[in-house]
């Protein structure tokens, strides 16, 4: 290997003074620094620390020193260029200091990073308290109300079933008892009560199944008034029967009925209805939902609703758009239409209340549940927390400025007169409740 005048120099004396240390105890400076090209400073002489008794080396100055790295021997580049204790020359100059830079070389270390665990220093040298973990942030908030849906969960024969939401059946009778201190107007002119009580059970039937296909986005009120007008001017020798809606004109049914929405779609579906009922029913309504189905303008809302009032069979739940909506409110399932609605409740809510849901629910929205702007404030439920979706109004303090006109009379004179302004707390009811922009109408 090609060493270096001044190795070469050094060695030479190393080896005269110490004549007992080997030549193998002199570390050359090319073999600290083999691989950079550096700037060197004037050499002095410095103490192998490998070297058993204590052979001298020399010592090179570095001007713009690169990151430690460590030798053939072991020892880093930062021990070797800082400044020892046993240094014999006294023109030691210590290197200037490195450069700071954010990006981090290629081989350099990486600070080590010292955990505390009472407080902190930041930058600025002041001292800091450690953050509260994020459990404990947690805990001292309130908690709210967590939606709970219906789960299917795997039975012991390996059948899926579901099983019921948390709180469901005290949720169903705080609702039941609600509705009986406020009167709906699904109680009074719901379409299982419009028919006749006079007329025949094929009569009441039909008149029960057009009271239905009229109330489809219409108005419990409105509803009932249509039906009375057919009952009534219909035909004034039969009434409200099968062979009236045969012979009636579509433009006499059309009047009659006006008051419903889409009256003149709805004029098609019952002459239309008609015909089929006589062609292929024998006069009377169909008593399967298959049946039922297949008559224009009647869905499976109308056919479940048509078998539970008129048949008396309970074979599903008629889910209307209160019903879809109050439960999805309540958390008792997340679905997008009504008919996954009563796929979820039929899953789980016993078939004995599948009646009695319907009228339930839609009275509940009629009178408290409202589609736009809910009387959350007057619901047992919100006050009890079972409904994640209440909105409670607050109250509010509003400074109010008011003008104060003072006069001063002296034996009826007015001898002064000034306004004074006041401010004047009053309490202001600040209703919170998100008004839901929808088009769904009672039914």
């Given amino acids: 290997m090609r060493t270096s005048r001044n190795s070469r120099e050094t060695a030479k004396a ?34 192998n620390p490998k070297a058993k008794d204590g052979a001298l080396v020399e010592h090179i100055g570095v001007e713009n020193r690169r990151p430690a790295k460590v030798d053939h021997y072991g020892s880093s ?94 949720v169903y009778n705080l609702t039941v008892e609600m509705r009986k201190r406020v009167l709906a107007p699904v109680d009074t002119m719901g379409c299982e009560s419009l028919a006749e009580d006079t007329r025949s059970p094929r009569d009441r039937r039909l008149q029960t199944l057009v009271a239905l296909m009229l109330s489809s986005q219409t108005k419990d009120t409105v509803t009932a008034f249509a039906i009375r ?40 579906y019952i002459k239309a209805t008609a015909l089929i009922l006589r062609d292929r029913f024998g006069g009377d309504i169909p008593d399967t939902i298959e049946g039922l189905v297949s ?14 009032a008129a048949w008396g069979r309970h074979e599903g739940i008629g889910v209307d758009v209160h019903v879809h909506r109050i439960t999805n409110l309540w958390g008792w399932h997340k679905t997008n239409t009504p008919e996954q609605t009563r796929a979820q409740l039929e899953a789980w809510l016993p078939k004995e209340k599948w009646h009695d849901i319907n009228a339930l629910l839609v009275g509940f929205g009629q009178t408290i549940c409202l589609p736009v702007g809910r009387k959350c404030g007057e619901c047992v439920l919100s006050q009890r927390g079972l409904c994640p979706s209440a ?46 922009q929808s088009a769904e109408t009672d039914v």
């Avoid at 953050?131 to 942030?137: C, G, H, N």
């Avoid at 029967?241 to 004029?267: Q, Y």
């Fill in 295 to 308: 008559l224009p303008g009647v869905g499976p809302k109308m056919a479940y609703l048509t078998m539970s």
């Fill in 77 to 170: 580049e930062s021990e070797l260029s800082a400044p020892p204790s046993d240094i014999e020359d006294a023109s030691y100059t210590s290197p200037p200091e490195r450069p700071t830079s954010r990006k981090r070389k290629r081989g350099a270390v990486a600070p080590v990073k010292h955990e505390t665990t009472s407080k902190t220093t930041n930058t600025t040298g002041i001292r800091q308290s450690p953050r509260k973990p994020t459990s404990e942030i947690a805990s001292s908030t309130p908690k709210k109300v967590v939606r709970q849906p219906a789960k299917r969960v795997s039975g012991p024969n390996g059948t899926l079933a579901t099983s019921p939401p948390a709180n469901w059946e005290e």
């Fill in 391 to 436: 909105v409670v109004a607050k109250e509010v303090k509003k400074r109010v400025k008011k003008e104060v006109k003072v006069e001063m009379a002296v034996e009826g004179v007015v001898v002064k007169e000034e306004v004074k302004d006041e401010l004047v707390e009053e309490d202001v009811l600040a209703d919170s409740t998100k008004v839901e």
């Fill in 14 to 47: 190393a080896s005269t003074i110490h004549p007992h240390n080997p030549v193998e105890d002199v570390i050359p400076a090319e073999r600290i620094f083999t691989k950079h090209s550096l700037t060197v400073a004037p050499a002095t002489r410095l103490r």
């Fill in 229 to 268: 007008n057919l009952q009534q001017n219909l035909d004034a020798e039969r009434g409200f029967c099968l062979e009236a809606l045969l012979d009636v004109e579509p433009a006499r049914l059309n009047e009659l009925i006006a008051k419903v929405g889409f009256h003149n779609n709805k004029v098609k």
